[in-house]
């Protein structure tokens, strides 16, 4: 059975970084998308950046770009989350998504059937 397991989260001041990283571990297992996503107590999850094999660019929210990045190692299916200039409003837990099908949006929660269980980010001012 494949999981997706989070690490790198923690708490950190406002205008510093964190970076969460996502592995797949157990069986044999290969995602088209890789994603982000966040919950705040209260809110919606809502999706952070998703990327897509074969295409480094990413996308992301509005409210992280130019702030986050994202990347992967296709060879380890590993996905990173780089986060710069963190802001209190990105205080949630942040989740890793994973998906094998090409279509669907890809910030949208309802695309993804693989979940980690999550990792706090926590930022004060």
């Known amino acids: 059975q494949v999981q997706l397991v989070e690490s790198g989260g923690g708490s950190v001041q406002a205008g510093g970084s964190l970076r969460l990283s996502c592995a797949a571990s157990?069986?044999?297992?290969?995602?088209?998308?890789l994603a982000w996503f966040r919950q705040a107590p209260g809110k919606e999850r809502e999706g952070v950046a998703a990327i897509r094999a074969g295409d480094d660019r990413g996308t992301y929210a509005d409210s992280v770009k130019g702030r986050f990045t994202i990347s992967r190692d296709n060879a380890k299916n590993v996905v990173n989350l780089q986060m710069n200039s963190l802001k209190p409003e990105d205080t949630a837990m942040y989740y890793c998504a994973a998906d094998d099908r090409w279509y669907g949006l890809p910030l949208s929660p309802r695309k993804y059937t693989l979940w980690g269980q999550g990792t706090q980010v926590t930022v004060s001012l």
């Open positions: 157990g069986s044999p297992y290969s995602s088209t998308w």
